[in-house]
DNA sequence: ATTGACATACCAACCGGTTGGTATCAATGA
DNA sequence: TCATTGATACCAACCGGTTGGTATGTCAAT
């Protein structure tokens, strides 16, 4: 243990910074080892192979942006429904700088590798639906709120369907604002969402149905 | 010209069906090749380079679902609003069999080569955006069929950002069923993008303005 | 005979992974 | 107290298969 936990986080951040920017494929061993400052052989030291690296580094993605989360200001926001709108507002006004430096290493890791690495694709699929496991109790909590069925069988939709939905336009901004170099589109896709979620609970709050 | 307008061809239909389950590093030349029935000469007769089939393929891909969509039945459909719901559904059926056989190559070779080569990245782009424009002469006539102003001054949304956030939700539907090994989550999330559309036209139906 | 559409054979660079070794430290025991 | 042991962390050099790309040849049609 002694000197270096240090080479082992070192080529995790490393690796977090440079799949971002480059995709898993393309960024080799040498690359990781040259950013985190470490040779080869530390590298296959910590990890059995460059595929083990990617699973590990969805890890430590998922524990880095569950800190991040767990300790921004929407937390703070007591009713259910104004927190997840919070959470989104906090989503859209994080992005910023560098297309790197603001999408999600799950998504694009688990959009590459799906097929050749399921073992990545399963821990990037992990981080993402356990991120959006966290938005549940605000949903649930909001249906509640309202009278709504938080099992769906009234509404058409369930809480954790609605989670997702949001991890999903999430990441389908992302994809947009790598096309069209920055994150206007992703800002708008967010207001869309937050538009339908006031519309969602509006809406049963004026009428006592809904149904497709 | 003479005897193969085939080999490219075969190449184009070849990198379309790899790298959607694959993605575009993980593919190999040889792979192309292979998979097409042809050798590597040909290859690098029809492209000075991989980076340059990979430009060509999402060219291929946006005339292939261009082809696709132009006939579909939802372009008979003749409310505006409920032929851009009807595409929706379209979108929602096709939803089926593989993984690879209903996932978007633009997307999916967006994410994974922006950076790398930006070349590539901006012909999928096209095709995304290209395909989003498809879609705004509906929502702008549904707009101007319920007194909504197109251009998003009173609104707070505009044709064409309902049009992109339209394939923000499809594309991040994508990586999520990637992740989930299965369209479930997808047709969620489309059936999510339904309601607010639906509630976003409802909603304006509502107050003030015209009534059918 | 020239050109376009391929095929064959080949190469140099690259990349993931291995090997064999060194530095450091903690625990052990004479 | 200090040599020994053993385990961990790390380094430098190397290896062999793979990969994008090339050089050269063939053949049919103009």
Redesign the interface.
């Known amino acids: 243990m002694s000197r270096s936990v240090n080479a082992r986080e070192k080529l995790l951040d490393a690796a977090v910074r440079l799949v971002r920017?480059?995709?898993f494929?393309?960024t080799t061993v040498e690359d990781l080892c040259g950013a985190a400052g470490v040779t080869k052989g530390a590298f296959f030291h910590h990890f059995p192979s460059k595929e083990a690296l990617g699973v590990a580094a969805a890890g430590h993605w998922s524990a880095k942006t569950g800190a991040l989360f767990a300790t921004a200001p929407y937390q703070q926001v007591e009713d259910p429904l104004e927190r997840l709108l919070a959470y989104l507002q906090f989503r859209r006004d994080i992005l910023g700088g560098e297309?790197?430096e603001f999408t999600c290493l799950a998504?694009?890791m688990?959009?590459?590798?799906?097929?050749?690495h399921p073992a990545i694709?399963a821990a990037?699929?992990e981080s993402?639906?356990s991120h959006a496991a966290t938005l549940e109790p605000m949903i649930s909590a909001a249906m509640q709120a309202r009278g709504l069925d938080p099992g769906g069988s009234s509404t058409?939709?369930t809480a954790s369907?609605?989670a997702?939905?949001s991890?999903?336009?999430?990441?389908?901004?992302?994809?947009?604002a790598?096309?069209?170099g920055g994150p206007a589109?992703?800002r708008?896709?967010i207001?869309?969402l937050v538009?339908?979620i006031r519309?969602?609970f509006a809406?049963v709050n004026a009428s006592p149905h809904s149904s497709?």
Chains 1, 2 share one sequence.
């Open positions: 920017a480059k995709g494929a393309a297309l790197c998504g694009t688990l959009q590459e590798v799906y097929a050749e694709a990037c699929h993402i639906a058409g939709w369907g609605l997702l939905h991890q999903v336009v999430l990441q389908g901004a992302f994809i947009l790598k096309g069209s589109i992703a708008d896709s207001d869309h538009r339908y519309l969602l809406a497709p």
